[in-house]
C-alpha cells in the first residue's frame, strides 16, 4: 500500500498498527517504535491510541498539506498521525453529539505540550468560522505561549517542562464553529520561584523580561542579567539551547495582546515579576537569635515595584503579629523572627505573588473566551509528566500522584471497564490479566484507613509554626500507618512509593511547609496595602475570617485530581502515549532499556491484546441505526422493526461476517468498524 504522501520508492517503515505486530512482546514492541523512529516516524497506533515517540527535532509532515489530507478521511487511509486522532474528535464530537476529550501522557520531555498544541493547530484551521470564531481561536492559541512563559521552565530533563496542569475545554456551536473555551490549571509549582536544582531555571517569564526588555522597562523595573538575582542565581544556567528568550519576550507581548490586556495592566505584571526578583535579593543575617536586613538598601527596590511602604515591608520580613490567648483574653503581640523563619516569610511572599499572578492570567483568558450559550466541547489534557529526580519533594509527588490518576482512567475505560462491559452485555469473551494501579491511588488519597495527603494534613493541622520536627513527625506517622501496603516501603530520608511507572523514593524535608502553604496574615494586609489597585486585587483575602483548619495543597490536587477524572468520564476518550527515547534531548538517539521501561508502565503490550482480542467498536443500538441506517435499503430512510433485527440487516448490506461483531443486550460490537465506515464513504 502506497500512502498519499509517498511516492513508489519509499519503504513503509515497520507497522502502522501495532494491533497487528506478529508476535506481542515487549520487544516486538520497542523494536517496531525504533524501526519507525530511526526512520522519522514518529506516530504508531494501537487500534485508535495513538503512540508518539518525541523525534526531537522539527519534523516535515506539519504542513497544511498534511491538515488537508487528513481532514474527513478514515483512520486507515493514511499514516498515523495526530492530525487523524484529532480529526477523528471533531468529527465524532459533530456526528454523534457527544463531548470528546484527548489524554496526553508520558514522562516530563516525552512531548505532551507539543502534542496539545498540534491538535489546537489542528482543530483551529478545519473548524471555519468568520471574525468573532477567529478572535476565540486566536485566544485559544495565543494562550499557549502566554501560559508557558509564566508556567513553564527548564529542567534537567526538558527545556520545556510545563510546571503546571492544564485542561482546556474548547466549545463548539451547532455547525462545528469555536465559540468560547476554558482552561482548568493546576498546581503551579510554587517552591521554583524561589529555589533551583543544580542546571535548570525558574520560569521563563523571568529570564524573557531580561533580555527582551526595553531600555526604558528595564530603567523602570531596575532589571539587570539574571545573574544579578539570587533567585536565578542559585543553578547557575540561565540560557537554554534552541530558545531565544528575548524573541519568546516578544511573543508573550503578543499574546497578551491578543488576550486583551492593556498596556497599563501588562506593566503592572511585569512590575510584580521584578518585584518577585528583587525581593530575592533581600538577604538576612543572624544577631542574637533574630534575623536582621543585611542590606536596608535591597528592601527599597521591591516596595517601589510593588508600590508597599519600605518600611513595612523590612518590618513584616523580619517579624509577626501573632495573637496570644490569656485566660479568656486575646491579645495581639509582635514577635521577631528568626533567620530560617525570616526567608521562609519573604520566599512565602514571592510565591504567593507569582502564584496569584499566574491564576490572574489564566482568569483573563477563560474571560477573553467566555461564552454564554451552550454546546459541545473537545477537551485536551496536558498535565505534568511522571517525573523521578534524584531529589524528589512534595511537587514531585503530587506530579506523580496526579499521573497515577490520570493512568487509573486509562486502565478504566480501556482495560478494566472494556472487559467488564463485555461481560454485562453478555459478549463471548476470553480475560486478560493486567496491573490495576488503583491500590497505589487508594494509598495517597484515602480518608479511612488514612492515606499519605490524610497523614500530612492531620500533622500540618497541629503546626503552629515553621518548623524542622514536622516533617519527622509526619515521616514516623506515615510509616506506622501504611507500612502493611505492598508498594510503600520507609526510606531514611523519608518513604519511597512503588508508582506504575516505577519506584520514587520521597524527601520529606519540607513536605509540610509545602503542604500547608500558609501565607500569614500580616504579608496579605501588607499587600492590601499597595497604593498599585492591580496588586491589592490579587490579595481579595478578609484576614480577620478564621479558619480552623485552612485548605491544605494536598487536599487541593486532590480535589481537583478527582473532579478532572469525573470531567473526563463524561467525554468520550482518546489518547495519547507519549515516549521520551532519550535522556540527551537529541534527535535519533535511541536509549532500548529507556524506551523498553516506558512500554512497560504504560501498559502497551495489554493494550494491544485488549485490542487484539476485543472489539474496536461498540454502539447502543439505536445510536448505531441512525448512523448507518443508510447502508441498507430496508432501513433506510426509517426502520421500524426491532432494533437488533435492523442492526443485521445493515451488517449482511455492508457485508459484514459472523465473526467480525456481536449484538450485545443493549449495543453492537464490531471488531474492525473500517469496514462499515469504507462502504458509508463509497
Not at 511602604?309 to 503581640?333: C, F, N, Y
Not at 531529589?391 to 478504566?412: A, D, H, M, S, T
Not at 515553621?466 to 501504611?482: E, G, H, R, Y
Not at 467525554?571 to 536509549?591: G, L, Q, S
Amino acid at each position: 500500500m502506497v500512502y498519499h504522501w509517498q511516492s513508489a520508492n519509499v519503504k513503509i517503515s515497520g507497522v502502522d498498527d501495532m494491533v497487528l505486530l506478529s508476535k506481542i512482546t515487549e520487544d516486538h514492541i520497542v523494536e517496531n517504535l525504533k524501526k519507525r523512529y530511526m526512520d522519522d516516524w514518529i506516530f504508531s497506533y494501537i487500534g485508535p491510541v495513538l503512540v508518539s515517540v518525541n523525534p526531537f527535532k522539527q519534523m516535515p509532515y506539519f504542513t497544511e498539506k498534511e491538515i488537508n489530507q487528513y481532514q474527513g478521511a478514515a483512520q486507515y487511509e493514511n499514516p498515523p498521525h495526530i492530525y487523524a486522532l484529532a480529526d477523528n474528535m471533531y468529527r465524532n464530537m459533530l456526528i454523534d453529539t457527544e463531548n470528546q476529550c484527548v489524554i496526553i501522557s508520558g514522562e516530563s520531555g516525552a512531548g505532551k505540550t507539543v502534542a496539545a498544541k498540534y491538535i489546537m493547530n489542528y482543530i483551529s484551521k478545519v473548524s471555519g468560522g468568520g471574525p468573532t470564531v477567529q478572535h476565540v481561536k486566536d485566544v485559544i492559541l495565543e494562550s499557549n505561549p502566554l501560559l508557558e512563559a509564566f508556567g513553564n521552565a527548564k529542567t534537567v530533563r526538558n527545556n520545556n517542562s510545563s510546571r503546571f496542569g492544564k485542561y482546556v475545554e474548547i466549545q463548539f456551536d451547532r455547525g462545528g464553529q469555536p465559540s468560547g473555551g476554558k482552561i482548568s490549571n493546576f498546581l503551579l509549582e510554587k517552591s521554583r520561584v524561589v529555589a533551583l536544582n543544580s542546571m535548570e531555571r525558574g520560569f521563563h517569564i523571568f529570564y524573557q523580561l531580561c533580555a527582551g526588555a526595553t531600555d526604558t522597562m528595564k530603567s523602570d523595573l531596575a532589571l539587570t542579567q539574571p545573574d544579578y538575582f539570587y533567585y536565578l542565581s542559585q543553578s547557575s544556567c540561565y540560557k537554554v539551547e534552541g530558545t531565544h528568550d528575548a524573541h519568546d519576550f516578544q511573543e508573550t507581548l503578543q499574546a497578551m495582546k491578543i488576550i486583551g490586556l492593556p498596556a497599563q495592566e501588562q506593566d503592572d505584571i511585569f512590575r510584580i515579576v521584578a518585584g518577585v526578583l528583587h525581593l530575592g535579593n533581600v538577604m538576612f543575617h543572624e544577631s542574637g537569635n533574630y534575623a536582621n536586613i543585611s542590606d536596608p538598601q535591597m528592601v527599597a527596590y521591591p516596595a517601589a515595584l510593588l508600590e508597599i511602604d519600605p518600611e513595612l515591608l523590612a518590618t513584616k520580613l523580619v517579624s509577626r503579629v501573632m495573637d496570644g490567648k490569656w485566660g479568656r483574653q486575646t491579645d495581639r503581640i509582635e514577635v521577631t523572627l528568626g533567620l530560617e523563619q525570616a526567608n521562609y516569610t519573604k520566599d512565602a511572599l514571592a510565591k504567593a505573588l507569582f502564584a496569584r499572578l499566574f491564576d490572574y492570567l489564566v482568569n483573563r483568558v477563560n474571560k477573553a473566551m467566555e461564552t454564554r450559550t451552550d454546546g459541545l466541547t473537545v477537551g485536551i489534557l496536558d498535565i505534568y509528566g511522571f517525573e523521578i529526580f534524584q531529589q524528589n519533594g512534595f511537587e514531585q509527588f503530587c506530579i506523580n500522584y496526579v499521573n497515577e490518576k490520570l493512568q487509573q482512567i486509562f486502565i478504566e475505560l480501556t482495560l478494566k471497564a472494556e472487559q467488564e462491559e463485555y461481560v454485562q452485555e453478555g459478549i463471548r469473551w476470553v480475560p486478560i490479566d493486567y496491573f490495576n494501579n488503583q491500590i497505589v491511588c487508594d494509598l495517597i488519597e484515602e480518608k479511612r484507613p488514612p492515606g499519605v495527603f490524610a497523614i500530612l494534613n492531620d500533622v500540618c493541622a497541629t503546626m503552629h509554626a515553621v518548623t524542622s520536627t514536622a516533617d519527622s513527625d509526619f515521616q514516623k506517622k506515615l510509616s506506622n500507618a501504611v507500612i502493611k501496603n505492598h508498594h510503600y516501603q520507609p526510606s531514611p530520608e523519608g518513604f519511597i512509593i512503588h508508582h506504575y511507572a516505577g519506584m520514587v523514593s520521597y524527601n520529606v524535608e519540607g513536605f509540610c511547609d509545602r503542604n500547608r502553604d500558609v501565607l500569614f496574615p500580616d504579608l496579605i494586609k501588607l499587600m492590601q496595602g499597595s497604593s498599585n489597585t492591580f496588586i491589592r486585587n490579587l490579595f481579595p483575602d478578609d484576614t480577620e475570617k478564621q479558619n480552623a483548619r485552612p485548605t491544605t495543597a494536598g487536599s487541593k490536587i486532590s480535589k481537583q485530581a478527582n473532579e478532572l477524572v469525573v470531567a473526563l468520564m463524561k467525554c468520550t476518550p482518546h489518547y495519547i502515549r507519549c515516549i521520551k527515547p532519550n535522556e540527551t534531548k537529541k534527535a535519533r538517539d535511541w536509549e532500548e532499556s529507556r524506551v523498553r521501561h516506558q512500554v512497560e508502565y504504560l501498559g502497551l503490550k495489554e493494550n494491544i491484546r485488549v485490542r487484539r482480542a476485543g472489539f474496536a467498536y461498540r454502539r447502543i443500538f439505536q445510536k448505531f441505526l441512525q448512523r448507518y441506517a443508510i447502508l441498507s435499503e430496508d432501513t433506510w430512510p426509517t426502520w421500524r422493526g426491532e432494533a437488533k433485527e435492523g442492526i443485521q440487516r445493515i451488517m449482511h448490506s455492508a457485508h459484514m461476517s459472523g465473526d467480525q461483531y456481536q449484538l450485545g443486550k443493549s449495543k453492537v460490537f464490531i471488531k474492525a468498524p473500517e469496514s462499515v465506515r469504507l462502504r458509508k464513504r463509497q
